[in-house]
């Protein structure tokens, strides 16, 4: 079953059309890329997904159910969000903001039980974070930030992740360990990714948007190619094979690159 579903979705944003007609779907525990170049329409079409926006002209499906009619606790249960609309205006600890993952799972004055600290503390260790339980999150780095709300995504332990951006802000040795995090949950993942290695090395399919459409759909060796790089983002590339992964390994040079 497709376990999240975009059916003939439109937005638009002061008349001006963002998502034009998009369909897509996510089957159960694959890891889709969602890539395209900057103000395309990825982060819209995301939020569209999470409820954020409503859309103007068709739907989502969350396990064969429309987004609209699922109550907010039960879509927190089924779907996990790591947004870019992260501005916490109060400061709470890490505790706080990781164990608000577990708010799907409990009664409206269940207070947290062990069991939910004990959840919260495992995936702080997985994000690299264990000694930041008591840290007030307003006072992390942008990349900490970024990791504690991973962390709180996957004490929410939801069977669907939506992912904008996951890698943004972190350093490298935290790029790889985060998506080695979020594959190993063999959940499904959707996620707008702008490095394309990353996407290489992690999604099973990508889809490229343009202009609000949707523009290709397939495995990475499918849609990295050096045609698509130009048509769609405009930039030169060189296409190889990571001798590690064994994964596709994209490079590119601007036309101003004169070897001398
Ligand atoms: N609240 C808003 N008001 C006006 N225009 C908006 C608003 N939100 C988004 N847009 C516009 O919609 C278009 C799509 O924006 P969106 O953030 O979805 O793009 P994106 O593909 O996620 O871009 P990026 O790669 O830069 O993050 C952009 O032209 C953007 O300026």
Do not use: W
Request: glycine share 6%; net charge positive.
């Amino acid at each position: 079953m497709d376990r999240l579903e975009v059916s003939d979705l439109e937005f638009s944003i002061d008349d001006k059309k963002i998502i034009d007609n998009i369909n897509l779907c996510v089957k159960e525990n694959k890891f889709v890329g969602l890539i395209g170049p900057n103000g395309c329409g990825k982060s819209t079409l995301l939020k569209n997904i999470y409820r954020l926006y409503k859309p103007h002209k068709g739907a989502i499906y969350l396990n064969g159910t429309n987004i609209e009619k699922i109550k907010n606790k039960e879509i927190a249960k089924n779907m996990s969000v790591v947004s870019q609309e992260n501005n916490h205006q109060f400061d709470f600890t890490v505790k706080e903001i990781v164990l608000m993952g577990r708010y799907a799972h409990k009664g409206l004055l269940d207070s947290n039980t062990e069991k939910d600290e004990e959840i919260a503390f495992d995936s702080l260790e997985r994000v690299g974070l264990k000694d930041f339980y008591d840290r007030s999150f307003l006072s992390l780095s942008g990349g900490e930030k970024q990791r504690v709300l991973i962390a709180r995504a996957l004490t929410q332990n939801a069977k669907t992740i939506i992912l904008d951006e996951p890698t943004n802000h972190l350093d490298i040795k935290y790029q790889l360990q985060i998506m080695d995090v979020i594959k190993s949950l063999k959940v499904t993942t959707f996620a707008a990714i702008h490095d394309f290695n990353i996407a290489s090395n992690y999604c099973d399919y990508i889809y490229v948007m343009e202009k609000g459409k949707i523009k290709y759909f397939g495995t990475p060796e499918k849609v990295l190619t050096k045609k698509i790089f130009e048509e769609v983002f405009g930039v030169k590339s060189h296409i190889s094979k990571n001798p590690f992964t064994n994964k596709i390994h994209i490079s590119f040079y601007s036309d101003c690159y004169n070897p001398v």
